[in-house]
């Protein structure tokens, strides 16, 4: 089911409003039923006053005469019932009804008391008053009035009030929803215009999209889609550069075996035959080292967050490494160590792309050092944060204002009469930038000689 945008904001401003809504309404009800009553009071005692103004003793007898004007308050066209009873000092039934429903405790002094009933199944309301009354014998009592009205008159009062508040409420609701939805179709113009300008744009159209008028909230969106485009943009880039450096370096290798294949085929003799395949056979290893090169040039340029990475023993991965350029190192007549920790050291990254790392520089170090001449690889733990490999040679070194430039592509150094393919360094660079790290060159102490020292986040123990 598809998700709307303007259905979700707007449900996420109707709700709250409903819930104060009905809070409202719920309010509004019991403000509704203190007015019934308050009205409701007021007539009761103002009838039951009127009943007790009446009260005196004639011939030491009570009487309690009822004035028409104490009743007539109560006409309605609900019909309610209305019952009174007044007692004497002695609790005699001087008028009224006699099953008049009791209060729940008695009044005195002119004080009156509030209280809910039944009549005959029916829900009263009702009020009892203390009158006092002074005999001609000088003694005095208080007469008891009370009078109360059944709730039909009550309740119409307070369903008039309430459902008045209630369509008024409801009415609210409508027109703050309404306004709320032309709002959010005002409030979201900007996103759609934002998605028909992505709309338009065609397939191969990569530039960052205008942030100049966009909206504070939503700055962080076209923000992180140009961000998007850029590293989109960064993997055509690389994807072109490998297509470009691939085509361009294999070019003349590819040229080169074709010839010697040809010489091959048109020798006189067998020894030139093999000589022109052997010939052939270094051209195409020289061709396999250049396409793993670029290989991994590639998976490097990646970036780091498209690297699937895993926890690595560095210790024991840089050891592998120089163990399997011993057999180069013998042929080269050098002396290779490797000088390890004493305790694995983890780091968290890609294992075939450091260990090419590792082979670079270490190759790398063979290939320029003299016969004779010794390579060693030491791996260490620095401030347990971080570890290192320091890759060190005492072959000839390399200039401090050439440094920069032997991390750059197919950059060979004239004048050493070493073939490469110009890469290593290069691949080595961006292998220890896709894993945040650091790489710095150094004079051998002591000269001559090269030290170059790979700095790399150390997982934590």
Not at 306 to 318: G, I, P, S, T, Y
């Amino acid at each position: 089911m598809s998700r709307s945008l303007r259905r979700e904001l707007l449900g996420w401003l109707v709700l709250p409003l409903t819930a104060v809504v009905s809070y409202n309404v719920w309010n509004s009800y019991s403000d509704a039923r203190e007015t019934a009553d308050l009205l409701t009071d007021r007539t009761l005692i103002s009838s039951a006053r009127s009943i007790a103004e009446n009260i005196h003793e004639s011939d030491g007898v009570i009487q309690a005469p009822i004035p028409p004007s104490a009743l007539e308050m109560f006409a309605t066209d609900d019909r309610d019932h209305v019952i009174y009873r007044v007692n004497g000092p002695r609790g005699e039934l001087v008028a009224g009804y006699p099953d008049t429903l009791p209060p729940p405790e008695t009044p005195t002094n002119f004080r009156h008391v509030y209280f809910k009933g039944s009549y005959r199944g029916e829900a009263v309301r009702a009020v009892a008053l203390a009158q006092p009354v002074v005999s001609a014998a000088g003694k005095s009592g208080d007469a008891l009035v009370i009078v109360g009205q059944t709730l039909r008159s009550h309740d119409r009062l307070v369903n008039s009030l309430w459902l008045r508040a209630l369509r008024d409420e409801m009415l609210l609701v409508a027109v703050a929803g309404i306004l709320a939805l032309l709002g959010l179709r005002r409030g979201l113009t900007p996103l759609l215009r934002l998605r028909d300008e992505v709309r338009q744009r065609g397939p191969d159209s990569l530039e960052p999209l205008d942030t100049t008028d966009v909206q504070t909230e939503l700055r962080p969106l076209v923000t992180a889609l140009n961000e998007a485009l850029a590293q989109v943009q960064r993997q055509v880039a690389a994807q072109r550069r490998f297509v470009a450096n691939a085509a361009h370096q294999l070019r003349t290798p590819l040229a080169l075996l074709k010839a010697q294949v040809g010489v091959g085929l048109r020798a006189p003799d067998a020894p030139a035959a093999r000589e022109s395949l052997t010939a052939a056979g270094a051209t195409v290893e020289g061709m396999t080292r250049l396409s793993n090169q670029l290989l991994s040039l590639a998976r490097a340029e990646q970036g780091s967050a498209l690297l699937h990475r895993e926890k690595v023993d560095f210790n024991a991965l840089c050891h592998d490494a120089v163990e399997d350029l011993a057999i180069m190192a013998v042929e080269l007549g050098i002396d290779l160590g490797f000088d390890g920790a004493p305790a694995p050291l983890h780091i968290n990254g890609h294992p075939t792309l450091l260990r090419e790392m590792a082979t670079n520089l270490v190759e790398n170090a063979l290939r320029y050092t003299p016969k004779g001449g010794t390579v060693t690889a030491r791996v260490r733990a620095a401030g347990g944060s971080t570890v290192t490999l320091r890759v060190e040679d005492n072959g000839p070194g390399i200039p401090a204002d050439e440094r920069e430039k032997v991390f750059e592509r197919f950059y060979r150094r004239l004048g050493t009469g070493i073939e490469g393919t110009g890469l290593g360094l290069a691949v080595v660079k961006e292998i220890v930038s896709s894993h945040e790290g650091e790489i710095e060159l150094a004079d051998h102490a002591p000269p001559p000689g090269l030290v170059v020292k790979v700095t790399l986040l150390a997982l934590e123990a």
